[in-house]
Every structure is written in structure tokens, then in C-alpha cells.
């Protein structure tokens, strides 16, 4: 598995190892595990997030084609638009993304011009609107198909960033972490984390399979499909183990995608994630966003309230990033933070 990870194309694009930090007064607080966060926000390239681990293989790829011009697609408040339109910006490579426009409602005024789509047009992105009821990717093969005609050599990047190239930048993150165990002297019962588009659930379920098979992986469904979504990591964590020339045991049992923290649907607040944004920002310093990492974060805390892990065990929170979109999430904290400050107004 290592040989084929590291014989496949890889750039430099993430700060990489991200740091792994303990945190003593969440745990204390949650009276359950010792809680640690490996800090994959601060992958450094146009603000982080769980993208650039994966954009170091995909990008690979489209330059050793000689692309000179992306296209992918996501919502407005999208992390992986923002991340890759940050890594074309430092390519010199175009990028065209088709905005779905109307996924989320009821938004904000800030959800359409803050937040990732301010990022996204400081870095340069060409957005095309279109519905969540248009096929995605069907619409992003006709606007390459424009650009070819213009003479571009367009490459297209999935949803997400999660195909098997992007997928092997979590099966380097396990490889990372194996490292990071060592020098930190600490080991984990479990990894919880946001999954959505299933690249960061597959490469880590591959990667812990195969170098650290007592590890659970845990993913929870921030797309309020959780079926849809561990389909989608069992077949991608399958490709993956194909493409690897390895095949971990049990592969399918080990894929669990934890339902019940979504709320009504994608990109909708929830109580429990405004705790959960709350509580890692008032104890730890922690910045979480309010579509993943605060999702993500409020089924950790939903687990350790229900007993899911004992006071022995130790469980590590993956923070995938997206703390822009919190600036396009104000009213759901507005009233929260009242709350906490009376005399505050805002
Ligand atoms: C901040 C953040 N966390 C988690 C995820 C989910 O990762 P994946 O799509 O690989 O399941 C995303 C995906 O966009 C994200 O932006």
C-alpha cells in the first residue's frame, strides 16, 4: 500500500504534519474520553480544510495531463470550491465552478457574497449558477466542453475532491498520524470526523485499516443522507483499496456513518451544532464551522453522552476545516450569544 501512495504524483500544496493537540478542558467539561483534535483547518493554503490533503494528488494529475484550466462544482458556501480555487490561484491554473445556488434555505444575506464566496472571488473563481435539480455533473462536462472549445484543456475535479486521487491524501493523513502517535506517546480508540462526499471517511477507513486496524473510524452524516453517504464510502473505500493493490479485512464492516446530527437537511443550523461551535470555542479556542465541523463536533459530544466510549478510552476529532462559511451562519449564533452576553447587542 505505502509503495503505491508514494510512487503515485503528488504536489506540495498542504502544511503538513498538522498539529495534534490534547484538549483538557473539553474533556474535563464532557466528563467521558481524553479528547484530542488533529488540526487539518490549519493545512494552511487559502484558510485550510480537509481539500488540500486531497488536491496534492488530484492536482497532480490534471498538471501531469497538462491541463490549464479546472472545473469543478459545489454550493455557495463550499469549502472545496474555495480550497481549490485557492490552489489554481497558486498553479496559475483557471478555474470555472458551477455554484449550486438554491441547496441551503433560508439563508442569510451574508450566505451569498461572505464567508467562502468573498474567498472565492478574491482568488479568482469564474462561478456559473446552477440548480440543485440540474445534474451536476453533466453541467460541469458541458462547460468543459465550452472550454475545450475556446481552446482550454480543462480537467474536472468531482464534488467534494473525492475520487480515489483524493482520496489517498487521508490514507497519507493515517500515515501522518502513525508518526504523530509515536512522538506524542498517545494512541486512539476512535476517530470521529464530518463526512460528507466520503473521500476523508474512505481514506482514513483504508489507511487505519491497514496501519492502525484498532482504530474505529466515525463519521457523521452532516448531509442528512446518512445511507447515501456510506454507500458512497463503501464504494470509494473499495476503489480505493483496488487502486492501493490492497485489500484491508472486512473492509465494509469497518465503514460506519453515525446518523442524527444533520438536522432537517445540509447547511440547516441545529441546536446541537451551536453548542458544539460554542463549546469548542469557550474551552479549547477552537473555531468550527456551522456545516461540518460543527456537525461533526456535536456528534462526538452526542456520542460521549450517550456512553458510546468509556473514561479510558481516547478519541481524536478530526477538524476538516471550513471556518469561513461561520461568517455566512451569523443569525443561527445571534441569538446564542445574547444569551450568553445581555448587555451585548448585536
Ligand atoms: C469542512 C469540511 N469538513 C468535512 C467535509 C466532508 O468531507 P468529505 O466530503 O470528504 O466527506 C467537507 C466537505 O466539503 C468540508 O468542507
Known amino acids: 500500500m505505502r509503495d503505491t501512495l508514494l510512487a503515485t504524483p503528488r504536489i506540495n500544496l498542504a502544511e503538513l504534519p498538522t498539529p495534534l493537540q490534547y484538549c483538557p478542558r473539553l474533556s474535563a467539561y464532557?466528563?467521558?474520553p481524553r479528547i484530542y483534535v488533529k488540526r487539518d483547518d490549519l493545512t494552511g493554503l487559502g484558510l485550510g480544510g480537509n481539500k488540500v490533503r486531497k488536491l496534492e494528488f488530484v492536482l497532480a494529475e490534471a498538471l501531469g495531463q497538462g491541463a490549464d484550466t479546472i472545473v469543478s462544482a459545489g454550493v455557495v458556501q463550499s469549502n472545496s470550491l474555495?480550497?481549490?480555487?485557492?490552489a489554481t490561484a497558486r498553479l496559475g491554473l483557471d478555474?470555472?465552478?458551477?455554484?449550486i445556488t438554491d441547496r441551503v434555505p433560508n439563508v442569510d444575506p451574508d450566505y451569498q457574497e461572505s464567508?467562502?464566496?468573498?474567498?472565492d472571488a478574491l482568488f479568482r473563481m469564474k462561478a456559473y449558477p446552477c440548480s440543485v435539480k440540474e445534474?451536476?455533473?453533466?453541467?460541469m462536462q458541458q462547460l468543459a466542453?465550452?472550454?475545450?472549445?475556446?481552446?482550454k484543456k480543462p480537467y474536472i475535479i468531482p464534488y467534494g475532491v473525492s475520487n480515489v486521487l483524493g482520496a489517498l491524501g487521508y490514507v497519507n493523513c493515517v500515515l501522518e498520524l502513525v508518526m504523530q502517535m509515536q512522538s506524542h506517546a498517545c494512541s486512539f480508540d476512535a476517530i470521529v470526523h464530518a463526512s460528507g462526499s466520503s473521500g476523508t471517511q474512505a481514506g482514513l477507513v483504508v489507511g487505519a485499516a491497514t496501519l492502525l486496524p484498532a482504530i474505529h473510524i466515525l463519521g457523521i452524516d452532516i448531509d442528512a443522507e446518512p445511507e447515501r453517504?456510506?454507500?458512497?464510502?463503501?464504494h470509494l473505500s473499495n476503489e480505493l483499496a483496488t487502486y492501493l493493490r490492497h485489500r484491508p479485512a472486512s473492509l465494509d464492516e469497518r465503514i460506519e456513518v453515525v446518523a442524527g446530527y444533520a438536522g432537517p437537511g445540509y447547511g440547516i443550523p441545529t441546536p446541537e451544532m451551536v453548542e458544539a461551535v460554542s463549546l469548542f470555542a469557550q474551552?479549547?479556542?477552537?473555531?468550527?464551522d456551522p456545516v461540518y465541523a460543527g456537525k461533526g463536533a456535536a456528534g462526538l459530544i452526542g456520542l460521549v453522552r450517550q456512553g458510546r466510549f468509556t473514561k479510558e478510552d481516547t478519541v481524536l476529532f478530526l477538524h476538516t476545516g471550513g471556518m469561513p462559511a461561520l461568517y455566512a451562519y451569523r443569525s443561527a449564533f445571534v441569538r446564542h450569544i445574547a444569551a450568553l452576553s445581555p448587555e451585548c447587542d448585536i
Open 95 to 99: 478555474f470555472h465552478a458551477a455554484v
Open 229 to 234: 453517504v456510506r454507500r458512497d464510502v463503501v
Open 30 to 32: 464532557l466528563d467521558g
Open 135 to 139: 445534474d451536476r455533473v453533466v453541467f
Open 82 to 86: 474555495r480550497q481549490i480555487a485557492a
Open 145 to 151: 466542453d465550452k472550454l475545450r472549445q475556446q481552446g
Open 283 to 288: 474551552l479549547e479556542g477552537l473555531v468550527l
Open 115 to 119: 464567508g467562502n464566496m468573498l474567498l
